[in-house]
């Protein structure tokens, strides 16, 4: 097997923000919060975890600006729902490397 060394700087890109987004321990406790939730408050996430809520929404955002999760607000609270494509994607990330 050869390296490609010839990843375009897009697809880097694209793979960089997807996996900062999974490295950090409590955004990935908070994406398997919310895929085993399916539709779920940031104060639940925030009681679950037992961090301030502006921890989880600064988690949140990361993980939403990765395409991992989709973010609607309904009154003081925000909620959160995986977005499955995202895990395709990521596969064919993978692969495209």
């Known amino acids: 097997m050869t390296l490609n060394a010839?990843?375009?700087h897009d697809l880097n890109n694209r793979?960089?923000?997807?996996?900062?987004?999974?490295?950090?321990?409590?955004?990935?406790?908070?994406l398997y919060l919310?895929?085993?939730?399916?539709?779920?408050?940031s104060c639940d996430l925030s009681e679950a975890l037992q961090v301030s809520a502006p921890t989880v929404t600064h988690h949140m955002?990361?993980?939403?600006a990765a395409g991992l999760v989709?973010?609607?607000?309904r009154g003081k609270w925000a909620h959160y729902k995986i977005i499955p494509e995202t895990?395709?994607?990521?596969?064919s990330l993978i692969r495209e490397m």
């Open 6 to 8: 010839s990843i375009s």
């Open 15 to 30: 793979a960089s923000l997807l996996f900062k987004a999974l490295s950090d321990p409590t955004r990935l406790r908070l």
């Open 34 to 41: 919310v895929a085993d939730g399916g539709d779920i408050c």
């Open 61 to 64: 955002k990361k993980l939403s």
């Open 70 to 73: 989709q973010r609607q607000q």
């Open 87 to 91: 895990f395709y994607r990521v596969d």
